[in-house]
């Protein structure tokens, strides 16, 4: 069966921890609409020339590039069988752009699941973030070391690197869109019947366990 899925949750909530242990368990391509941002400003596209001033600022894209990007993503083969959206939808004209775009398609979200953190946890988990720069593998300060010191436990490399928006600043600006922007995308969904909740305050597998039981065998 397809699997269809948002993730949802406040930035530094473990969406991208959670969703690629679905997407290993699944088979189904995690789409980070963070990550292909982060794609364009390396490659110094024009995309990624507009995004890189507006994500250091800890503000959000605008919803016309965001649409475009996961409307040229979805249509690539691996989605066939299902996906694991990461950071998009994130304001209510870009759910409705989705929910056009599905429907287009003739396919249906099967559900959308959020992330709970309180606030107070997010600054430490956001400023404690590190990344594999060779897998991508996601790291933590505290809550996740790599097993030997500066060695990636999944690929052995051995530079990492955290992100630029990653700092006590602009997580302020970032907690403060979600609250404005995105929150309201949960009434949105749980409108559609199709949203559930997970207390994301709890240790990494537990959480993962959690979700497997939501999206079954
Ligand atoms: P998001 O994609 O929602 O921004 P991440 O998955 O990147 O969040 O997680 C943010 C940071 O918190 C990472 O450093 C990650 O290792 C860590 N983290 C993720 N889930 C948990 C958890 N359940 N408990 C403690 N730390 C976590
Ligand atoms: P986090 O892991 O903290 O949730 P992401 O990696 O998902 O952050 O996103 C990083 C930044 O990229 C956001 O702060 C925002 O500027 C931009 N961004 C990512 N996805 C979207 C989106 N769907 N709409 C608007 N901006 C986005
Ligand atoms: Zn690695």
Do not use: W
């Not at 600006?173 to 994301?200: C, F, I, M, N, S």
């Amino acid at each position: 069966m397809a699997k269809r899925l948002i993730l949802m949750g406040p930035p530094g909530g473990g969406k991208g921890t959670q969703a690629k242990r679905i997407q290993e368990r699944y088979g189904i391509p995690q789409l980070s609409t963070g990550d292909m941002l982060r794609a364009a400003v390396s490659a110094g596209t024009p995309i990624g020339k507009q995004a890189k001033t507006v994500m250091d600022a800890g503000k959000l894209v605008s919803d016309e590039i965001m649409v475009g990007l996961i409307a040229e993503r979805i249509d690539q083969a691996d989605c066939a069988t299902g996906f694991i959206l990461d950071g998009f939808p994130r304001t209510i004209p870009q759910a409705e752009a989705l929910d056009k775009l599905l429907k287009s398609k003739g396919i249906k979200l099967d559900s959308v699941i959020e992330v709970q953190v309180p606030d107070e946890k997010l600054v430490t988990r956001i400023t404690g973030r590190f990344t594999c720069k060779a897998c991508g593998e996601g790291y933590h300060d505290t809550f996740k070391t790599p097993k030997k010191a500066g060695v990636c436990d999944v690929c052995g490399g051995a530079e990492f690197s955290r992100r630029a928006d990653d700092n006590a600043e602009t997580v302020k600006a970032r907690l403060a869109a979600y609250h404005a922007q995105t929150a309201p995308l949960l009434p949105y969904y749980e409108g559609q019947g199709l949203l559930k909740v997970v207390d994301g305050d709890r240790d990494m597998s537990v959480v993962t366990a959690d979700l497997e039981a939501i999206l079954g065998r």
